[in-house]
């Protein structure tokens, strides 16, 4: 069955789907995204998802394409289609077809695309045998709150953590703190339990998985912290894992050449990562 996309308006096989050169997403990285799981054919935080999607539009003054109930109904029709049960959401808005110029057009539609992804998330050694991340200076701008798709430096971090045999690169900063992966939120446990992640601000995305997990810890009675902590802390933190919505939350067994703890995953990150699941389930975000 050919996989169906939406393309501002309309509904096309992926051959056929295309945007203009003139695109400003193209042309500019004008634009920006979001990724929603799909898990036993739910969206996954749909809710917090469209809200931080009206959030990036907002900061780079573009308006919401249509409604957000117009949205939603968009994304189950395309999941339906194409047949998704595990899998993502993909949603794109960038500012609209004009002739090249770097001032804001006036009087152009935004342009909105949808495309899903099936993705078996039980079939992923990750999850069991934990991941190791390396350590890359952060060469982003300053504003990694807004969800562009101007992915570049994330890219060439991903890249380097594969030709490295890592899963994810942590980005750094100028004081030798961590920020964020390039596609996750960073996490270390101290010796005596507690979670340490960076506290939201400009300098990271404020990842929906994130704000889950701090909940369910709040919750669970896991003690956190919102901090910065730096590369030296990592490599002897107790455990360490990334969070995201496609990741869920995967253990950090090795941090460059640093194995932590024995090198398996340790046991609060597998205790997180059950208690996701089970969120992911139950606190799923059904109409
Ligand atoms: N940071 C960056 C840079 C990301 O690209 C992502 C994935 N979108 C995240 C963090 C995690 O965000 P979320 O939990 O909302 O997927």
Not at 14 to 43: C, K, N, P
Not at 70 to 90: C, D, F, H, P, S
Not at 172 to 199: F, H, K, M, Q
Not at 215 to 233: C, H, Q, T
Request: neutral net charge; glycine residues 8%.
């Amino acid at each position: 069955m050919a996989r169906v996309a939406y393309v501002n308006g309309r509904y096309l096989t992926h051959r056929r789907a295309a945007v203009h050169i003139e695109d400003r997403g193209y042309q500019f990285g004008d634009g920006v995204y979001e990724v929603v799981t799909v898990l036993a054919g739910h969206m996954v935080d749909e809710a917090p998802h469209l809200d931080r999607l009206e959030r990036s539009l907002a900061s780079i003054e573009i308006a919401l394409p249509m409604s957000r109930r117009a949205l939603q109904l968009i994304g189950r029709e395309l999941l339906r289609k194409n047949k998704v049960v595990n899998g993502l959401l993909y949603i794109q808005v960038t500012r609209g077809v004009a002739p090249r110029d770097h001032r804001f057009p006036e009087n152009v539609r935004p342009a909105l695309v949808m495309t899903t992804k099936h993705i078996d998330f039980a079939a992923q050694p990750k999850f069991e045998m934990g991941v190791r991340v390396i350590m890359i200076p952060d060469q982003r701008w300053a504003r990694r709150d807004i969800k562009s798709i101007g992915l570049l430096p994330n890219c060439l971090g991903k890249q380097r953590a594969a030709e490295a045999g890592a899963y994810e690169a942590w980005q750094v900063d100028a004081d030798g703190l961590v920020t964020e992966g390039t596609s996750s939120n960073a996490w270390i446990v101290t010796a005596d339990g507690r979670l340490v992640t960076r506290p939201l601000g400009s300098e990271i995305l404020h990842g929906v998985t994130r704000r889950a997990i701090l909940a369910i810890a709040a919750g669970e009675g896991v003690a956190f912290e919102e901090r910065p902590f730096s590369v030296d802390e990592a490599k002897h933190a107790a455990e360490a894992f990334v969070t995201s919505a496609t990741s869920f939350v995967t253990p950090v067994v090795q941090i460059d050449d640093t194995p932590l703890g024995d090198g398996t995953p340790g046991p609060v990150s597998r205790r997180l990562l059950e208690w996701y699941r089970d969120y992911m389930v139950g606190g799923r975000n059904v109409d």
